[in-house]
């Protein structure tokens, strides 16, 4: 397991599945990774679980409950700034429609359009994986 650094951040992110597409966000101009979109979600804060932050964070930038299903992927990533460990859970809405709360804007996407958006490094790993998944 990876040592903790300063510069070490955990985040959650959610898988969330609609009528054979999935919600993506995209992050503000002025945040790290700044225009790029990404599967919602966000840091996790200390004494959370990765599951507690993610309902935090959906609920915060896009006013939606969810329930935070199985774990999908866990990704180690460094970026040159920063090194992540990241969690994607598969979730469900309860309750709520996304809105732009905390996002600078969201989509429901089929999984032919990845290519046509621009996303973290971390969150391409996922790509491959979520082709061949059913949804």
């Not at 840091?43 to 309902?55: D, M, N, P, S, Y």
Request: glycine content about 8%; proline content about 3%; hydrophobic content about 40%.
């Amino acid at each position: 397991s990876k040592l903790k650094t300063e510069n070490s951040i955990d985040v959650s992110a959610a898988l969330i599945f609609r009528g054979g597409k999935i919600l993506i966000s995209q992050r503000h101009e002025y945040s790290h990774l700044g225009g790029l979109w990404e599967f919602p979600g966000g840091k996790r804060e200390a004494g959370e679980t990765f599951e507690q932050c993610l309902i935090r964070e959906i609920r915060e930038e896009l006013g939606m409950e969810i329930s935070v299903g199985g774990l999908f992927e866990e990704i180690f990533h460094d970026y040159p700034e920063k090194s992540i460990h990241l969690k994607f859970f598969t979730c469900k809405i309860l309750s709520g429609e996304p809105q732009k709360i905390g996002v600078a804007d969201f989509r429901w996407i089929e999984k032919s359009q990845f290519d046509d958006f621009k996303f973290p490094a971390a969150d391409v790993h996922l790509f491959k994986r979520l082709e061949r998944f059913d949804f």
